[in-house]
């Protein structure tokens, strides 16, 4: 697996030149191991009749992606429980994490396995904790459009993710805007169903040039332009 890109080599090149003495800091990790779902959200699960569950564990990715160990993080008091969620994460796919330099490292990602009906049917779904918030902002801060373009096609090529825009980085922008804006709670419904579109736009924006950065010059403009002039009055107050 290629950790960089041509174009990302092309970009960083452009960048530096474009500021010549000043320090670039241009980053695409770290990144915690990321699920490989092609296309599923939720997956039919063979188990007893033993009711609802929710179990948090830690899974052990290495740095070629394979499952190196499941860990309960917190039992759930039904041992049964506990072991349907370690069998059914041990046969999930990764892709695996990645240092600040973008290389493939042994890392550990937190995630919750659902286990409930959906009708008659049994089914099971995966949520993922996210990295601490300060840890991915200031990753998000300082990603350029190469970095940020790398990492949304890991997603939709590698791991087969048909909607990227609640996966840990964008939704973590996604946040960041909010919080930035002070989008009131009026607004959050209209947010969140223009922030899949808004999200597509960004990425054109972005392939267009691959130097800028991506949070602070491409997304937040994007997202100005979809949201409400009401945001924009709240952020300046």
């Keep these: 697996m290629k950790t960089v890109t041509f174009h990302r080599l092309v970009a960083l090149l452009g960048y530096v ?5 000043a320090p670039a800091i241009a980053q695409m990790g770290p990144i915690q191991p990321v699920l490989v779902t092609d296309g599923k ?26 499952i190196s ?20 994460m041990r046969q999930r796919k990764f892709l695996p994490g990645l240092d600040a330099k973008g290389k493939a490292i042994d890392s550990v ?3 919750t396995v659902n286990m409930y009906k959906r009708g008659t049917r049994k089914v099971a779904r995966v949520t993922v904790k996210p990295p601490p918030m300060a840890q991915e902002t200031l990753r998000v801060q300082t990603l350029m459009c190469a970095d940020f373009l790398w990492e ?19 939704y973590t922008s996604a946040r960041m805007y909010m919080q930035q804006k002070h989008v009131p709670d009026s607004l959050e419904e209209k947010f969140w169903d223009e ?30 332009g979809v ?11």
């Design 41 to 66: 959200i939720e997956y039919s699960h063979d188990r007893p009749d033993i009711g609802d569950f929710s179990v948090p564990v830690e899974v052990h990715v290495d740095s070629k992606g394979a």
């Design 109 to 111: 990602v937190r995630v």
């Design 227 to 237: 949201m409400p002039e009401q945001t924009a009055t709240a952020s300046a107050r």
């Design 17 to 21: 030149s474009c500021l010549a003495a």
């Design 152 to 170: 949304i096609e890991r997603m939709d090529k590698e791991a087969g993710i048909d909607d990227t825009s609640l996966e840990v980085m964008p």
């Design 195 to 224: 922030w899949p579109g808004a999200l597509k736009k960004a990425v054109d924006r972005c392939e267009r040039d691959q130097t800028r950065m991506f949070f602070s010059e491409v997304l937040v403009p994007t997202l100005d």
């Design 69 to 88: 160990g499941v860990v309960v993080s917190e039992s759930t008091g039904n041992a049964q429980a506990d072991a349907l969620a370690v069998a059914f």
